[in-house]
């Protein structure tokens, strides 16, 4: 048990599908990341929350929608993805944002695109 | 651009050797250095480094930072197959989220 739970821990889409993964913390944290983790990359960053706003977008196709309803729970909406957007996607939770906070990650979930 | 350089990036040794691994780093504002272990799915926080020339020790696990050189490397000694894992070294820049380097994956085989 991490603190951190992703929701599912596989899934198979095709390109016209929708989905949505799923990621809550138990720790009371306040800030959430949502991050794609692809073979031979860093970790990249996709979108931040901060108190449940949005503060970090980087560059991240439109087909890729974040929800944060309260600041125990992040979604990641999925819709016209593409064969490369196949990947581990972690969910990560830290105290606050931009300060000295280690990173608590989920387990993540394994997408295939076919 | 901030960017987090990690060396080797694969590593094979046997059941009770030491292995040293890299990080090198450039960013603006740096605020700490983080070291995470990933064995199967979630990287598990090890150790955050912010001052040069402390060390942070875990059993057989140790880091240090180096703020004038940019680099930080961490230590395992006396392996075991349970240290096989994919280690990642993340800088933490003032007021942006972690940037990640590749990793180094190690196997430690009996």
């Known amino acids: 048990e991490t603190g951190v739970t992703q929701t599912p821990r596989h899934l198979v889409m095709g390109m016209t599908n929708k989905k949505s993964l799923k990621c809550e913390q138990h720790?009371?944290?306040?800030?959430m990341y949502w991050y794609k983790q692809s073979a031979k990359k860093p970790l990249e960053l996709m979108f931040v929350?901060?108190?449940?706003?949005?503060?970090e977008n980087n560059s991240v196709p439109s087909r890729f929608s974040p929800e944060c309803p309260n600041s125990s729970h992040l979604f990641l909406h999925l819709h016209t993805l593409q064969p490369e957007d196949s990947a581990l996607y972690l969910c990560?939770?830290?105290?606050?944002?931009?300060?000295?906070?280690?990173?608590?990650f989920g387990n993540g979930t394994r997408l295939t695109v076919t | 651009e901030d960017k987090v350089v990690q060396s080797p990036l694969s590593l094979v040794v046997h059941e009770g050797d030491t292995v040293t691994l890299n990080c090198s780093y450039e960013?603006?504002?740096?605020?700490?250095l983080l070291w995470y272990k990933q064995e199967k799915k979630a990287p598990t926080f090890l150790f955050m480094l912010?001052?040069?020339?402390i060390e942070k020790k875990s059993g057989r696990l140790s880091s240090i930072l180096d703020k004038k050189e940019l680099f930080s490397i961490l230590n395992i000694t006396a392996t075991q197959t349970g240290d096989s894992a994919i280690y990642l070294c993340?800088?933490?820049?003032?007021?942006?989220?972690?940037?990640f380097g590749k990793g180094t994956t190690l196997s430690v085989s009996s």
């Open positions: 990560a939770s830290s105290q606050d944002f931009g300060v000295n906070s280690p990173l608590h």
């Open positions: 720790l009371g944290h306040n800030a």
């Open positions: 929350y901060s108190l449940e706003e949005r503060v």
């Open positions: 960013v603006t504002n740096f605020r700490s």
């Open positions: 912010t001052s040069s020339g």
């Open positions: 993340a800088v933490c820049p003032a007021g942006t989220a972690l940037i």
